[in-house]
């Protein structure tokens, strides 16, 4: 079983930038990738971002590429998602999300653990 708890939703006004945490507990030793999702009502879970555990190798949906980055600190389990110029359809709520396996897979059903969720709103 592996734990994951986001932090560090907002409201932030278009342009500009927020930074989201994920800590992991569990059978972290086991990760091997991890990845941002995010939600609004209605629609599918969608890809934004993923990385590979061990070399920090990264992946990035169209819609996010250039103002998003994914990150990690193996020493505290944690991985963030650096957000800015920020758009006002970027509001969703946010998940992280652990597999074992490659880090390139957008598929929300192929990843196995989830967070709760963090809400983001970005105002016009």
């Known amino acids: 079983q592996v734990q994951l708890v986001e932090s560090g939703g907002g409201l932030v006004q278009a342009g500009g930038s927020l930074r989201l945490s994920c800590a992991a507990s569990?059978?972290?030793?086991?990760?091997?990738?991890m990845g941002w999702f995010r939600q609004v009502p209605g629609k599918e879970r969608e890809f934004a971002a993923a990385?590979?555990?061990?070399?920090?190798?990264?992946y990035y949906a169209d819609s996010v590429k250039g103002r998003f980055t994914i990150s990690k600190d193996n020493a505290k389990n944690t991985v963030y998602l650096q957000m800015t110029d920020l758009k006002p359809e970027d509001t969703a709520v946010y998940f992280c999300?652990?597999?074992?396996?490659?880090?390139?897979?957008?598929?929300?059903?192929?990843?196995?653990?989830w967070g709760q969720g963090t809400q983001v709103t970005v105002s016009s």
């Open positions: 569990g059978r972290t030793f086991s990760t091997t990738a």
């Open positions: 990385i590979s555990w061990t070399g920090g190798r990264t």
């Open positions: 999300a652990w597999r074992r396996g490659s880090f390139r897979v957008i598929q929300n059903t192929e990843y196995d653990y």
